[in-house]
């Protein structure tokens, strides 16, 4: 070996510190090792801490995850893609003919199939209903005429003098003061004898009932 004089420090031969390393190996696991199992600076030997060794230390034991964080702001929305392309056009579709008969209509498609529609037929007439229950006669209204009465029968040559009987049985005329005609007015006649004077000179007799009778000239 040889002495610094200047830093006091001992320098080994590069051969002299080959051996030492070599010596060390040996000695720290009472064999030498594989050279796969060594690591620069110390290895286990045989299960046990090498107490020179100055490897890496072991991994320890995996810590207890931290609690997740809150999530952060939504991101904007991205822009709209852009428009694809248009498609192609579809087939144009075929209408159908319709012909028409005297019997109704024929349908034709291009695609061969065919319908016939046929006129409707007139449907069977109905039946008659029955005849409803004739209505009963009303009653005659009391003020209604309902006979003309000319005493003593159709005289020839004249406008004859008649009566007009109502509903109620009564008889009415037109009765005046005199054969002249002296204020007349419509009149209902009392049971009495009369004559008309329409010139023909009828008697008569008009009764309680309003019956007529001896009627002559």
Same mark, same amino acid.
């Given at each position: ?58 991994? !320890?034991?995996? &810590?207890?995850? @931290?609690?997740? $964080? #809150?999530? +952060?702001?939504? =991101?904007? %929305? /991205? ?40 006129? !409707?037929?007139? &449907?069977?007439? @109905?039946?008659? $209903? #029955?005849? +409803?229950?004739? =209505?009963? %006669? /009303? ?50 006649? #009392?049971? +009495? ?25």
């Amino acid at each position: 070996m040889v002495k610094d004089l200047m830093g006091g420090f001992v320098i080994f031969s590069l051969m002299t510190v080959l051996a030492i390393l070599v010596t060390g190996l040996v000695t720290s696991c009472g064999k030498e090792l594989p050279t796969d199992q060594c690591i620069e600076g110390g290895t286990k030997c045989h299960g046990k801490e090498n107490p020179d060794d100055r490897s890496l230390p072991e991994k !320890g034991d995996q &810590g207890i995850p @931290g609690a997740v $964080g #809150s999530a +952060g702001p939504s =991101g904007r %929305d /991205g822009s709209t893609g852009e428009r694809g392309a248009t498609g192609d056009q579809g087939i144009q579709g075929q209408g159908c003919t319709v012909t028409g008969s005297s019997s109704g209509a024929t349908v034709t498609c291009p695609d061969g199939t065919t319908t016939v529609i046929n006129n !409707g037929s007139n &449907g069977t007439n @109905g039946s008659n $209903g #029955s005849n +409803g229950q004739d =209505g009963q %006669d /009303g009653a005659d209204a009391p003020l209604a005429i309902t006979e003309i009465v000319d005493v003593c029968g159709d005289a020839p040559n004249i406008q004859d003098e008649v009566l007009l009987r109502l509903g109620n049985g009564k008889l009415i005329v037109l009765f005046a003061d005199n054969s002249n005609g002296k204020n007349p007015r419509l009149s209902v006649l #009392s049971a +009495g004898n009369y004559i008309t004077s329409d010139g023909s000179n009828c008697f008569f007799t008009v009764t309680s009932t309003n019956q007529i009778t001896n009627e002559h000239y």
